[in-house]
């Protein structure tokens, strides 16, 4: 497997009238090509911050971002974002097949351009909506489309920020299927930032869970799950169950002692301290879960 | 089609009434409408064939005059959203310049009048410098306004798929700001045309002001009253004609923001309302 | 210029007087503002300055004419703001209203006037500069009344007075700026729960 994102003591202190406030602080990780990686932690650590450096759109304070071995100022030429807001995201003055085709105006000519864009909506099932106006969509919908305007792009790497947190929950297990639907037959790599402990473990070859703000890795947990994987029947598996619980523990540690998870350089320390901490915090974690 | 004839019944009924009226009282300041329309057509539509029944009059005051206008808000149009743009999207340039157009704008336009005349003299320069002098503020402002309402995400889904510069203004900047720059222009043509009117009534004798303080000044009150109501349809021409092609240009916008309330009604026309 | 500023304050003050109930029939009484809307589509557009041949001859060259022009001028934007005002009526408002047994009296004063006070306040920040507007253009076209903008023309046609020219256009731009400062204050502060701030210009 070849690498195809190196994050290397990564960290970002934003300077600000009332002081400075870090957001990360020495993160480390690496993707490698075709996988998905799911990046968890709890709101407001910095995730976004995360994104944007990785995405080139700010520039980290210390650290080095590399992208398939070129390191990574200002953004990259073959990285795509989808964002959260998808009523933001897309232009409501072009069309859904127009909107598709907005980045790919700099590179290709406009035969090839509506090919890529009609190919992309077809693979997130929004072929005939293409004359339409993005408010004329469901929240569902224009997401679909904010992603095909992403694979219209055919991106290196596919970040994707909190991306199903704006619609509602029989949508968004739709798309969690369409993603890894997409993501099998493309072979693309792709890092999904949630907050969503569920959808972590259900979307990621593996999942990072970071600390409270300043944020680090805490975890890097693979998950063990077939690469097909089903709404009903693997959230009911075993390995599922106990992965999830296995994250929404770690978030806590995060959350009680995040000096100490900080400093998790020494990955036994925070196992002893989740080791200390599993009983009384089992029932918390579990209310947690719940209302995330 | 009964809301129609319900609004277009009762103008016809008070015009009757204002005709009847002003029969009636027989003041030579307030004519009836039958000879303010005789003596619209004795002005401007008692040409040859060959002119399409339109008088030299027309040729000579209404042309120029509606010509100044449009030339003067297409100038004050292009700068105003050019310049707009740039400011909107410089931090540093509006720190800069905001509290000075503010001030600018805060110039009642009129008395610009004099300065351009000492100025430029009598003549064309002078009236085209007060009208886009006076009408490129809405326009700016509104373009400002407009150009720095580009969300952030915007912003960033633009920079993450590298669009180049050209595709930036015109692809995400200009469209976003163009709800707000029609405001600017539909506030900046109904100004034009008080402009255009005061820059003629001051002492040239070429377009329609000019011709309306000479019917003044001679007495020919329903000429008078004829080139007022001339003003008043070019003012509704121009407006309607603007409303259709923003609504056109438009068109992608939700439809509830664009409700088919007509004209007087919606936001945008109150900021025309406000305009004189 | 204490003339410009005392016939602006009449300006204001009768316009509000006029378009304020004027807006308020028209905005709740639909069938009315039907029936009206060609007639005020058509005067909206005739300039107030192409009214002063006319209002010279009818009421002379005294303060009465500008004031006429400008109030004719400054009902309009206070006018369409109020209108404007009650279609944005929230109908939740009402219905709670309603509901907690307000009769209409009561939904007309506690209900629909705060909720139409911003975009008043706005209206009458917009009629104030218009009327400044036009005062100082029949100031400067016809004269006899005083004011800043007779003032000006005075400077220029006498000798050509360029920097009294100047001087006493940056005073009525300092008037306009002034108003406009006062208004967004005021509307800042008395109704700052409102989002509304009306037009940009």
Redesign the interface.
């Known amino acids: 497997m070849t690498t195809m994102l190196e994050v290397a003591d990564l960290g970002h202190t934003y300077q600000a009238k009332s002081g400075a406030h870090t957001a990360i602080d020495g993160l480390s990780f690496r993707v490698d090509a075709g996988e998905l990686v799911c990046v968890v932690g709890p709101s407001g650590c910095g995730k976004s911050t995360l994104l944007r450096t990785i995405s080139g759109l700010i520039r980290p304070t210390r650290g080095d971002v590399t992208l398939h071995g070129d390191a990574v100022r200002g953004v990259p030429e073959d990285l795509a974002v989808v964002f959260q807001d998808y009523s933001r995201s897309l232009f409501p003055w072009l069309s859904v097949q127009r909107n598709v085709e907005f980045p790919l105006k700099r590179t290709l000519k406009r035969a090839e351009r509506r090919a890529r864009a009609a190919e992309a909506l077809d693979q997130v099932g929004l072929s005939g909506a293409g004359g339409k106006y993005p408010w004329q969509l469901s929240g569902g919908m224009q997401q679909r489309v904010a992603i095909a305007r992403a694979l219209a792009y055919r991106p290196a790497l596919l970040l994707m920020d909190e991306p199903f947190a704006s619609v509602d929950a029989q949508t968004r297990f739709e798309l969690e299927d369409l993603l890894l639907k997409v993501k099998r037959e493309h072979d693309t790599t792709v890092v999904v930032v949630t907050h969503d402990i569920d959808e972590s473990v259900y979307l990621g070859d593996r999942v990072l869970v970071l600390t409270k703000s300043p944020a680090s890795v805490v975890a890097d947990l693979p998950v063990n799950l077939p690469a097909v994987r089903d709404q009903i029947t693997t959230r009911e598996a075993e390995e599922f169950v106990e992965l999830r619980a296995e994250v929404a523990r770690l978030l806590n540690v995060g959350k009680t002692e995040a000096i100490t998870a900080k400093r998790r350089s020494d990955e036994a320390q925070a196992a002893k301290w989740v080791a200390a901490e599993r009983a009384a915090n089992r029932e918390r974690a579990d209310r947690e879960a719940v209302a995330d | 089609m009964s809301g129609f004839l319900q609004r277009w019944g009762v103008f016809v009924v008070l015009v009757a009434l204002w005709e009847a009226a002003a029969r009636f009282a027989e003041d030579a300041y307030f004519p009836p409408p039958s000879r303010i329309a005789e003596a619209a057509a004795e002005l401007w539509f008692s040409g040859t064939a060959d002119t399409l029944f339109l008088t030299d009059v027309v040729f000579d005051h209404v042309v120029p005059s509606v010509q100044r206008l449009l030339i003067g808000w297409v100038i004050a149009g292009v700068v105003g959203v050019a310049l707009g743009l740039a400011l909107g999207r410089s931090e540093r340039a509006m720190q800069y310049c905001g509290p000075l157009l503010t001030f600018m704008r805060s110039i009642p336009p009129p008395a610009l009048v004099p300065v351009f005349l000492l100025i430029f003299t009598l003549g064309t320069q002078m009236q085209l410098a007060t009208i886009v002098f006076g009408i490129v503020w809405p326009i700016l402002l509104n373009t400002v306004d407009g150009a720095r309402s580009v969300d952030r995400t915007k912003v960033e889904t633009s920079a993450v798929f590298r669009v180049p510069r050209t595709q930036w203004i015109f692809g995400v900047v200009l469209p976003a700001a163009a709800p707000k720059i029609f405001a600017g222009l539909r506030v900046s043509l109904s100004l034009s045309l008080v402009l255009m009117v005061i820059s003629e009534l001051v002492g040239t004798d070429n377009g329609i002001g000019a011709q309306m303080l000479l019917a003044q000044r001679e007495f020919e009150f329903p000429d008078m009253w004829a080139e007022i109501v001339l003003l008043g349809v070019l003012g509704y021409v121009f407006n309607t004609v603007l409303l259709a092609v923003e609504h056109r240009a438009l068109a992608w916008q939700p439809k509830q923001e664009h409700a088919p309330t007509g004209t007087t009604t919606t936001p945008a026309a109150v900021a025309t309302a406000g305009a004189k | 210029m204490i003339a410009t500023l005392l016939a602006l304050l009449i300006v204001i003050a009768l316009a509000v007087g006029i378009a304020v109930p004027l807006g308020l029939v028209l905005g709740s009484v639909p069938a009315v503002r ?21 209002a ?3 009421l002379g060259i005294g303060p009465e004419t500008k004031i006429t022009l400008a109030v004719y ?1 400054a009902v ?2 206070l ?3 109020t ?2 005002a009650l ?1 944005e009526l929230d109908p939740l408002l009402v219905e709670t209203a309603r509901v907690f047994g307000a009769d209409r009296l009561r939904v007309l004063f506690f209900v629909a006037l705060p909720s139409a006070l911003p975009f008043v306040i706005t ?1 009458v920040r ?1 009629a104030a ?2 009327g ?3 005062l ?2 029949v100031e ?2 016809v004269g006899g009344s005083g004011g ?2 007779e003032f ?2 005075v ?2 046609s006498g000798a ?1 007075r ?1 920097d009294l ?2 001087a ?3 005073v ?3 008037i ?2 002034l ?2 400062e006062a208004f967004e204050r005021a509307q800042r502060r008395w109704v700052g729960w409102s989002s509304v701030t ?4």
């Open positions: 039907h029936a009206t809307r060609a007639v005020i589509e058509f005067l909206r557009p005739i300039p107030s300055v192409a009214l002063i041949p006319l010279v001859v009818v001028a309009w934007p006018l369409f703001n209108i404007y279609d209206g917009l500069t218009t400044l507007v036009v100082i253009s400067l076209l800043i903008g000006i023309m400077a220029r050509g360029m020219v100047l006493g256009t940056v009525a731009g300092v306009g700026y108003l406009n009306g037009e940009a210009s």
